[in-house]
């Protein structure tokens, strides 16, 4: 029996259309397309201050003004005042294409990731919406974040052997429930797996971050490059360490040793080479965040842009 003709057009003209769709989303992220960093630009609205995970590298500080990482950010904003910073960014820098919520704790530990989403689908439509998150609650939270439009996401996933893990978390919370050791480990690495798997086949634009820690997971990333790449990953994100909390006595990784564990794992998934770890309130393109000049500054930014 020969397949109805009419059905096998519509499946076909659906999925061109997602393949167009996935393309477009790709072309206009500055962190997913090496291209677009210099023509787009992204808006992190930090909306999220609660963690429900304690990396041992991680100092969140809500109020370092001079300083660039993640983690940090001016002020928390609640999802109304996200919403009125957007529309004044996107009014003087129509170039902004994503609008991401990244801390500076983690989103899917704080409601009002997800009211900001809502309030920005709602009025900006077009604009492609991006999440980082430690992947901890992922597979709970992920289909409120689709219903709410988000198209690419990003997960730290630091390693993928619960033995190494325990060396990088110093506790979870989960459930209501402080977990530590390898307990806490099994249960990141469970819910991160699953959590990415669900959202590469629901064809989410999915990008791992990895923190390079010498001593730690340095001879252990390639195993995650070769297991991302098994679950349809897009693109990975390998970050040098930033020596601070439990980790500040470790030294950060040099330059080249980061190009070497980037060419390691290129041949099994695409690797971002352009990240700058930005603040949790950065916006503009990579490299020229607006949160961080002048007024004089920003506009020249605009006139030039």
Known sequence: MLPDEKNIKEYCTESDTKDSEFKRIIAEHPCYDKNAQHKFGRIHLPVAPACNVQCNFCVR??????ESRPGVTSKVLTPQEALEKTRDVIKEHPFIKVIGIAGPGDPLANDETFETFKLIGDEFP???LCMSTNGLYLPQKLPELIRLGLSTLTVTVNAVDPKIMEKI???IIYDGKVHKGIEAAMIMH????????AA???GLAVKINTVLIPTIND???IDIAKQIKEMGVYIMNVMPLISQGAFAHLTPPTAHERSAIQKECEPYVTQMKHCRQCRADAYGLIGEDLSQVSDK????IQIKT
């Open 297 to 300: 500054r920003r506009k020249l």
């Open 190 to 197: 469970k819910n991160q797996m699953e959590g990415i798997k």
């Open 200 to 202: 590469v086949d629901a």
């Open 219 to 221: 001879d252990h990333i």
């Open 169 to 171: 978390y110093s506790h």
């Open 126 to 128: 077009d604009l492609t």
């Open 61 to 66: 500080e809500f109020d370092c003004v001079n």
